[in-house]
């Protein structure tokens, strides 16, 4: 009979929680008044309460420790989770519609190139922040139609929220149904109850699909992009502003 059972360690020692991080044993660090001044490994799983682990936080500690995304959310037609390396070539084909990078940053030229850029986002974004762009899966199909999610942006207030799809999943609904999971989320998850969106004014789906969603207009901003070639342009937006009753 095959065992099913994945073990997540958790420890008060900072010797036991290098020695499990040398060997990328999962475990969780329990910070108590023993060992406040003691150093712990980067990226540390810590707790000052062991009754804040509970069955899903396990399984979120150890799927980050053995490079398995994370599910964020489902709704009745869709499976929001972590990107992985291996999306990427799908990426591929819901960008090679020029209209999707009309009003948005394109795809690295080079696939390999959004590879690296993949794996250092999983790392340094998932792995810091616990959240940002997730991809849209069909749960009928199992095909990624999109991606969607929150980001830190620096110099506003919330979390920005970021979403497209590709061309043969517009107009269906997907855009609004991910959208509102992924603001149920952040604000029962993450605790968060501000976000904005940067939208080009000639961007009518987009404007529509933030309005339906409470989004209001604020100001006009100048943000920065990366092109096709790699390069920063400066570009203008509306920002939409959502905040949680």
């Known amino acids: 009979m095959m065992d099913d059972t994945h073990e997540v360690m958790i420890t008060e020692s900072d ?21 406040r001044e003691r150093s712990f490994p980067d990226g540390s799983y810590c707790v000052e309460n062991l009754s804040d682990i509970d069955a899903r936080y396990l399984d979120r500690v150890y799927r980050r420790f053995h490079d398995i995304p994370w599910d964020i959310a489902e709704t009745a037609r869709l499976r929001i989770r972590e990107i992985t390396v291996e999306d990427v070539p799908q990426l591929y ?7 999707v990078t009309q009003f948005m940053e394109p795809l690295f030229r080079e696939p390999e ?9 999983i790392k340094n974004v998932y792995g810091f922040y616990g959240y940002g762009m997730w991809v849209l899966e069909s749960r009928e199909s199992g095909r990624i139609i ?27 609904g997907y855009a609004y149904e991910a959208c509102s999971a992924i603001l149920a989320y952040g604000i029962e998850e993450l605790e968060q109850r501000t976000y904005c969106s940067f939208i080009n004014e000639n961007n009518t789906p987009s404007i529509r699909l933030c309005e339906r969603l409470g989004f209001v207009p604020r100001d006009r901003v100048r943000l920065n992009e990366i092109n096709f070639d790699g390069m920063l342009v400066e570009k203008e937006f509306v920002q939409y502003v959502y905040r949680a009753d």
């Not at 999109?146 to 269906?172: I, P, S, T, W």
């Open 93 to 99: 084909e819901l960008y090679s519609d020029a209209s």
């Open 146 to 172: 999109g991606r969607a999610g929150l980001e830190y942006k620096e110099g506003f207030d919330g979390l920005e929220l970021g979403f497209m799809l590709g061309v043969a999943f517009q107009h269906k």
């Open 113 to 121: 190139q959004e590879m690296i850029y993949t794996r250092e986002y």
């Open 15 to 35: 010797d036991e929680a290098a020695y499990y991080a040398a060997r990328k044993i999962p475990y969780i660090v329990w910070l108590n008044e023993r060992n």
